[in-house]
């Protein structure tokens, strides 16, 4: 080795970063005015969903079971047949993020989907799966989510976690008990609870007699 090349100073490679441009994410008031569907628009996203695309009964049935049960994305794609006694209409729902774990009933809408589910993708462990038979990841449901929001005519983008939201407001608005809410979607604390009861427009139903 030469005198020079033993005297020169290490050299590392360096990224520029120079004008290199990250996504910022935006408040989500920046998106959209609120974080819930009504339960009309949720009608409009599932009828979109069944109209349109080659899976349509599978988009359509995972975001009529999301909306029913409160489902997050990640218990969604993780349910799976074993969970669902089709004779008795129960389903057995598993949560996330420490929630409580519950049964719930099934209804006729529910049935008839899952039925027709289990025919047109058999031999598969989990509900809702790609054409590879493989459970659908949590990135693939929202992009089903958003373009039915977009077919439906929607006038902000939606994600999964609305569908949840929306199923907590209805229920508060049709008087359901908040504790019975709160098993219902498997919260822990019930102040996570409060809010669909609170925002509940069933509570000022008496304060003007017109």
């Known amino acids: 080795m030469s005198n ?10 360096v990224p520029a970063i120079v004008n ?38 599978r988009d359509a049935t995972l975001i009529l079971l999301a909306y029913r049960h409160g489902l ?32 719930h009933p099934l209804r006729g809408p529910e ?19 790609s054409e590879r038979k493989a459970p659908l990841t949590a990135d693939t449901v929202r992009k089903i989510v958003a373009r039915a929001g977009q077919h439906a005519g929607i006038e902000f983008p939606i994600h999964p976690h609305m569908l949840r939201h929306a199923t907590g407001y209805k229920l508060a608005n049709d008087g359901q008990d908040t504790r019975a809410i709160q098993h219902y979607l498997g919260h822990r604390n019930i102040q996570h609870t409060t809010r669909y009861t609170e925002l509940a427009a069933d509570r000022f139903k008496s304060f003007w007699q017109d």
Not at 116 to 122: A, F, I, K, T
């Open 72 to 103: 997050r994305v990640s218990e969604l794609v993780a349910l799976r047949w074993d969970q669902v006694d089709l004779t008795q209409g129960l389903v057995h729902i598993s949560r996330r993020k420490n929630g409580v774990p519950s049964v």
């Open 20 to 57: 290199r441009k990250v996504p910022v994410r935006h408040k989500n008031t920046e998106y959209r005015n609120r974080e819930y569907l009504s339960e009309k628009e949720v009608g409009q996203v599932i009828d979109a969903a069944a109209g349109a695309g080659r899976h349509r009964l």
């Open 111 to 129: 049935l008839r989907a899952l039925r027709r589910l289990e025919r047109d993708y058999p031999e598969t462990p989990y509900l809702f799966v």
């Open 4 to 13: 020079h090349a033993a005297s020169s100073p290490a050299r590392h490679t």
